[in-house]
T-cell receptor, first 114, second 114 residues
């Protein structure tokens, strides 16, 4: 079963609005990462948050982590049409950080309309 | 795509034929990974490598083998392709074994098994 699961599966908004995506996971983690995938392309790393951090910012991105609820959220502020993509959370493998193995969720498809 | 190429980018083959996908990196990163991406499953780890000739199984390794004879090349082989192996395959690289490090993804190979 998936370690990370994103919600919602699809999100459609207008340019300028904020987009919030959520990720839940099942077991304890050391780190949680968010990746973006444009259609037909590979994944691109966006941001990483460690288990001892609660919030992190990078440009228009804000990530929160609640280890007690085993959940994370990704907020994209003032969205642009270019933000249209699929967004994935990824957690390090349950049981340890051996060899950098990550487990990915199923992703949220974000569509930003001009 | 961070100095990572995958070949071929597209392949159509028939059930029972052997198929080899190649991942080539110019970053001299030690760790390399093969994932498959399917609708409803996100990305799933097939095999990974932590050095030349050092490989191990991931979550969905049945029906796949890998080899790494040089730092820059990581080959994924389907010994006898089946229709269930129709998927998009991504290679990723990482600088270290720590799960807090970013993984960089190649552009993907779309494989169709008829």
């Amino acid at each position: 079963s998936q370690q990370g699961e994103e919600d919602p599966q699809a999100l459609s908004i207008q340019e300028g609005e904020n987009a919030t995506m959520n990720c839940s996971y099942k077991t304890s983690i050391n780190n949680l990462q968010w990746y973006r995938q444009n259609s037909g392309r590979g994944l691109v790393h966006l941001i990483l948050i460690r288990s001892n951090e609660r919030e992190k910012h990078s440009g228009r991105l804000r990530v929160t982590l609640d280890t007690s609820k085993k959940s994370s959220s990704l907020l994209i502020t003032a969205s642009r049409a270019a933000d249209t993509a699929s967004y994935f959370c990824a957690t390090d493998a349950p049981g340890g950080t051996s060899y950098g193995k990550l487990t990915f969720g199923q992703g949220t498809i974000l569509t930003v309309h001009p | 795509d961070a100095g990572i190429t995958q070949s071929p980018r597209h392949k159509v083959t028939e059930t029972g034929t052997p198929v080899t996908l190649r991942c080539h990196q110019t970053e001299n990163h030690r760790y390399m990974y093969w994932y498959r991406q399917d609708p409803g499953h996100g990305l799933r780890l097939i095999h990974y490598s932590y050095g030349v000739k050092d490989t191990d199984k991931g979550e969905v390794s049945d029906g796949y083998s890998v080899s790494r004879s040089k730092t820059e090349d990581f080959l994924l082989t389907l010994e006898s392709a089946t229709s269930s192996q129709t998927s998009v395959y991504f290679c990723a690289i990482s600088e270290s074994r720590l799960s807090r490090d970013t993984q960089y993804f190649g552009p993907g190979t779309r494989l169709t098994v008829l």
